[in-house]
């Protein structure tokens, strides 16, 4: 495979090596890793383990498989690591940290309860939710059998995406990414302009609360 000297293609050479190294199992490893660090695209290493299965260094099913394996590891560190946390600990650090408060807290314990399924199914075919999306379900102790089992679901899906056009496409792999790079800026610019959001009501809401904003509603 060549290289244009972009980290991208340095990050694809090295998957690519990682898989013809270990085998299949490597698509595995580094998926996992894509869980915990979002900055890693597996916008790119799920078609290169699509492109090393059409090259016969694995096979189709045995790529989907350690792929989605990657997904739901790495996704059950992150759940620990929202359990871990706890919903008490995480109210204390809501306490002094600006603009946020302990309610907050609880109203996403009490949202994940109502809709948690959806959203840790849904969310793994989404970047960067397929990652942090993990931590609230420990947070709120999603039973691990269901977590387990909408993780696995909603990975293999995404994955078979993936690593199907890596495997049809072959060499021409960079075409995924160059789409899938399209919902990645639309999630985040969604995501951005959602904080921004909560930070200006936030800061309205102080600033009313002290006085210097005046309440529309009050004549």
């Given at each position: 495979?060549?290289?244009?000297?972009?980290?991208?293609?340095?990050?694809?050479?090295?998957?690519?090596?990682?898989?013809?190294?270990?085998?299949?199992?490597?698509?595995?490893?580094?998926?996992?890793?894509?869980?915990?660090f979002p900055p890693l695209p597996s916008e790119v290493i799920?078609?290169?383990?699509?492109?090393?299965?059409?090259?016969?260094?694995?096979?189709?099913?045995?790529?989907?498989?350690?792929?989605?394996?990657?997904?739901?590891?790495?996704?059950?560190?992150?759940?620990?690591?929202?359990?871990?946390?706890?919903?008490?600990?995480?109210?204390?650090?809501?306490?002094?940290?600006?603009?946020?408060?302990?309610?907050?807290?609880?109203?996403?314990?009490?949202?994940?309860?109502?809709?948690?399924?959806?959203?840790?199914?849904?969310?793994r075919m989404l970047p960067i939710f397929r990652s942090l999306?993990?931590?609230?379900?420990?947070?709120?102790?999603?039973?691990?059998?269901?977590?387990?089992?909408?993780?696995?679901?909603?990975?293999?899906?995404?994955?078979?995406?993936?690593?199907?056009?890596?495997?049809?496409?072959?060499?021409?792999?960079?075409?995924?990414?160059?789409?899938?790079?399209?919902l990645q800026y639309v999630v985040i610019g969604g995501t951005?302009?959602?904080?921004?959001?909560?930070?200006?009501?936030?800061?309205?809401?102080?600033?009313?609360?002290?006085?210097?904003?005046?309440?529309?509603?009050?004549?």
């Amino acid at each position: 495979m060549t290289s244009d000297g972009s980290w991208l293609s340095s990050l694809a050479d090295a998957v690519v090596h990682l898989m013809d190294t270990v085998g299949a199992w490597g698509a595995g490893v580094a998926i996992a890793l894509e869980n915990l660090f979002p900055p890693l695209p597996s916008e790119v290493i799920l078609p290169m383990a699509g492109l090393a299965a059409s090259r016969g260094s694995f096979t189709l099913v045995e790529a989907l498989f350690w792929t989605t394996a990657g997904s739901v590891v790495g996704a059950f560190l992150l759940y620990g690591l929202g359990a871990l946390l706890g919903r008490r600990r995480l109210r204390r650090i809501f306490e002094i940290v600006p603009l946020l408060k302990p309610a907050d807290v609880d109203r996403t314990v009490a949202w994940f309860d109502r809709h948690g399924g959806k959203a840790v199914f849904f969310g793994r075919m989404l970047p960067i939710f397929r990652s942090l999306i993990s931590i609230p379900a420990g947070l709120a102790r999603m039973p691990l059998w269901r977590f387990g089992l909408l993780t696995a679901a909603g990975s293999l899906i995404w994955n078979s995406l993936f690593v199907g056009a890596g495997f049809l496409l072959g060499e021409a792999w960079p075409i995924v990414e160059e789409y899938a790079g399209v919902l990645q800026y639309v999630v985040i610019g969604g995501t951005a302009l959602a904080v921004v959001v909560f930070v200006f009501v936030r800061i309205r809401t102080a600033l009313r609360d002290r006085g210097g904003v005046p309440d529309p509603a009050v004549d």
